[in-house]
């Protein structure tokens, strides 16, 4: 079945430091959406991404979705500490018979630096 | 904004016993939800997709006896965890597609972390 391979699955952070995180995937999506989630909490949606090569920001972060419709990544600038928690990946199926459903990654978990 | 409760928040049980999970869709209708698992430090994981007036479309692997999704009108499905066991505590997450809008978007929401002893 489809896979999303998301990197890093983990990472530091220090306050004002650039943030990158990608997803790879060996299937074509049609829609690539990034999600954050707080520890006990739902995913919130963050960004959504509808068309191969679009790049899309919302404040201090910045999507895009690749040519090849097989990968996507999230930069978040300037960190700061709210931005601590676990970042998803999600590829959506379009197809008549998948009905919207989301694949997500194995997530990314930011953290602060000791 | 679209809203998507779930009750309860938190569940304890005895193994053996059953557990409802509630999934409402608070300001919007949606013909389907979606039911995920998350166990902790994983990714959610899709079990079934709910579609209101029909039975609802299980992911391999996932059985459907155990897991019992009804979504009788627009804006609840539920999902009970028959005989529960252990192995099946897990945060439990539902989601609901809001068609009216215009935008292929699913709605998240809260979670139910379940504990069976």
């Known amino acids: 079945g489809q896979q999303l391979n998301q990197s890093p699955q983990s990472m530091f952070i220090q306050e004002g430091e650039d943030v990158s995180m990608n997803c790879t995937s060996s299937?074509?999506?049609?829609?690539w959406l990034w999600y954050k989630q707080d520890p006990g909490e739902g995913p919130v949606l963050l960004i959504a991404?509808?068309?191969?090569?679009e790049l899309t920001s919302n404040g201090r972060l910045t999507a895009q979705f690749g040519i090849t419709r097989k990968d996507s990544f999230l930069n978040i600038s300037a960190s700061i500490p709210s931005d601590v928690g676990i970042y998803f990946c999600?590829?959506?199926?379009?197809?008549?018979?998948?009905?919207?459903?989301?694949?997500f990654g194995q997530g990314t978990e930011l953290s602060v630096k000791p | 904004g679209a809203v998507v409760s779930q009750h309860p928040s938190r569940v304890i049980c005895k193994s053996g016993t059953s557990v409802k999970i509630e999934c409402r869709s608070l300001?919007?209708?949606?013909?389907?939800m979606f039911w995920y698992r998350q166990f902790p430090k994983q990714s959610l994981m899709l079990m079934a997709t709910?579609?209101?007036?029909?039975?609802?479309?299980?992911e391999q692997g996932v059985e459907k006896d155990k897991f019992l999704i009804n979504h009788a009108s627009l804006t609840l499905s539920t999902l009970t965890v028959t005989s529960a066991h252990p192995e099946d505590s897990s945060f439990y997450i539902c989601?609901?597609?809001?068609?009216?809008?215009?935008?292929?978007?699913?709605?998240f929401g809260p979670g139910t972390r379940l504990t069976v002893l």
């Open positions: 999600a590829g959506q199926l379009r197809g008549y018979n998948q009905g919207g459903k989301l694949i």
């Open positions: 989601s609901a597609r809001d068609w009216s809008s215009g935008v292929n978007e699913q709605f």
């Open positions: 299937s074509i999506f049609n829609t």
């Open positions: 991404l509808y068309k191969a090569g």
């Open positions: 709910s579609n209101e007036g029909s039975k609802a479309t299980y």
């Open positions: 300001d919007f209708q949606a013909t389907t």
